[in-house]
Nanobody
Framework: QVQLVESGGGLVEPGGSLRLSCAAS????????MYWYRQAPGKERELVAN????????MYADSVKGRFTISRDNAKNMVFLQMNNLKPEDTALYYC??????????WGPGTQVTVSS
């Protein structure tokens, strides 16, 4: 079982940048597919990005393509989300998620991102 802790959230003005980090412990990190999700108040949780075990494949939601970049450092058991050109609609609680077949599905507590002037 893996434990996840996100960090790096905060308040930023529109057009600004933040880098979210997710530290994993207690599992074999390289066997996990890693995801970033977000949930805004009153909305459903949505997938933002994911990354394969060795970082070869990535996927992004249309709303963040060209602005966000997901990456991972398997030596440090960490996954990152670089967020550039942030918009007010990016305001949400951002969650790190780790999945391992057949049933592993683990979540961090989340980190708040607020984009406002």
């Amino acid at each position: 079982q893996v434990q996840l802790v996100e960090s790096g959230g905060g308040l930023v003005e529109p057009g600004g940048s933040l880098r979210l980090s997710c530290a994993a412990s207690g599992g074999n990190f390289i066997t996990y597919l890693m995801y970033w999700y977000r949930q805004a108040p009153g909305k459903e949780r949505e997938l933002v990005a994911n990354i394969s075990a060795f970082g070869v494949r990535t996927m992004y939601a249309d709303s963040v393509k060209g602005r966000f970049t997901i990456s991972r450092d398997n030596a440090k058991n960490m996954v990152f989300l670089q967020m550039n050109n942030l918009k007010p609609e990016d305001t949400a609680l951002y969650y790190c998620n780790a999945r391992q077949k057949p049933h592993g599905d683990y979540w961090g507590p989340g980190t708040q991102v607020t984009v406002s002037s």
